[in-house]
Structure formats: C-alpha cells, structure tokens
C-alpha cells in the first residue's frame, strides 16, 4: 500500500507482521466530514477492526455519522475507542490499563486492524511501535517508519533517521528505566513490559501474535 502523506495511511510490515493485516492512519473524520484518501485506502486494504486511541465512546459516536463506513463498522463493534490523551506516560498505570484494553479487544476481532488517532503520530506511533517490537522488528527500521509520519519518503534524509532513531531510544530507555543497547533484544524487553506493566498473559500474548502473524487456526 503506497504511503499517503497528508493522511498519514501507510500498511505496517516488519519483524513477523506480513502484509495485508496492520496498518495506521490520522483520523478517518475531520471537521465532521469523511477523509476520502483514509476512507479509499481503508476499504481497499480491507480493514475490519479500528482501534481508536484519541476518542471516548460518547464523542465517537456523535462523528460517526460523517462516515458512513466508519459508523457501520462502529455499529458493529469492530470499533473499540480509548480515549488518551496527547500527553501520556507509557508507564503509568491508567494508561497502562487502556493498552490492555486495546489488546484485549484485538484478539477478540479479526485483522486487518487500523490503529489511529488525530493525527497519527504520537499515540499512533506509540502503539505501532509496541505491537511492531513484540513482532520481533528491529529499531532501525522502527526508526524509519515513525518518520514517515513527518515527511515524504521521497524527501527523506538522514537527520530524520536520526530523529526517529533518538525517539525511539528514549522511548526504549523509559519503558527499560536505564539506556539501551541499539543491538538489545527489543523484543524480549517490551514482552516484559506487556507482562508486568500491561498484565498481559502468556496465553494472550500468543494470540496476539497469531493474530498478527495471520496465522488464525480455525
């Protein structure tokens, strides 16, 4: 799926994730009218679960009518809404929960999954990064996605690698509580962190995985 800049729509694939089952957007509903290139991208990529992370339930469900497709998929309950805000600490408890909440809800629902939130960067960026280390991705190409939600891939440059880079690190450094190793297993960290900080069972986490690796056993 070609990356759409000014909607910010682009298909998740690394570590063990394929093509054809995550992908991130901005919000599909802007000033109470449908984004044509999300609402375009969506309904050819298939999505049938959207994981919302900036709206309440009341507030989402006063937009949807804007968008015929993304109410009929809220009116089906293929929408979960969360609710952060901007601001957020990936440690603190309540936020915490509302991850929890998110992944509970994805293995209850079928890929493809669309996450987003306003403008899909920064609660976007962070739960893409969550599910995209525990998918076994590495950091550089992490690094290089987050960006994209800045700039044109053709106008890409080494500065914003470098930024995505230090996001990342700093974001690792956090959940870790001391510096990381660029070549430390990313992967076995954030499985801990979804352990103990979002009390995410072994049983769950397998799950998970076998739902975004699309390998669904009937």
């Known amino acids: 799926m070609p990356i759409n ?66 109410k009929k998929a809220f009116d089906g309950n293929n929408v979960i809404a969360l609710g952060l805000n901007m601001s957020f600490d990936p440690m603190e408890r309540k936020f915490c929960r509302k991850m929890q909440d998110a992944i509970d809800f994805m293995i209850e629902q079928e890929p493809p999954y669309l996450i987003h939130c306003v403008a899909g960067i920064d609660r976007t960026g962070f739960f893409s990064i969550l599910l995209e280390s525990f998918m076994g991705a590495h950091i550089d190409e992490m690094a290089r996605d987050y960006m994209l939600s800045f700039v044109e891939k053709s106008e890409y440059s080494e500065n914003d690698y470098t930024n995505g ?26 499985t801990k962190y979804l352990k103990e900080r979002i009390k995410i069972d072994d049983n769950t986490l397998q799950v998970l995985t076998n739902k975004l690796e699309n390998n669904i056993k009937d």
Not at 35 to 61: E, G, H, P, W
Request: a positive charge.
């Open 5 to 70: 800049n000014s909607s910010n729509f682009r298909e998740i694939t690394m570590g063990k994730i394929p093509p054809g089952v995550l992908f991130r957007s901005n919000h599909p509903i802007h000033n109470k009218k449908q984004v044509r290139d999300i609402i375009v991208a969506a309904n050819n990529s298939k999505i049938k679960t959207i994981i919302n992370l900036c709206d309440s339930f009341q507030a989402l469900q006063s937009q949807v009518i804007y968008c015929p497709w993304y």
């Open 165 to 190: 880079f230090r996001f990342l690190c700093n974001l690792f450094t956090k959940i870790k509580g001391g510096l990381i190793d660029p070549d430390e297993d990313l992967q076995l960290l954030i």
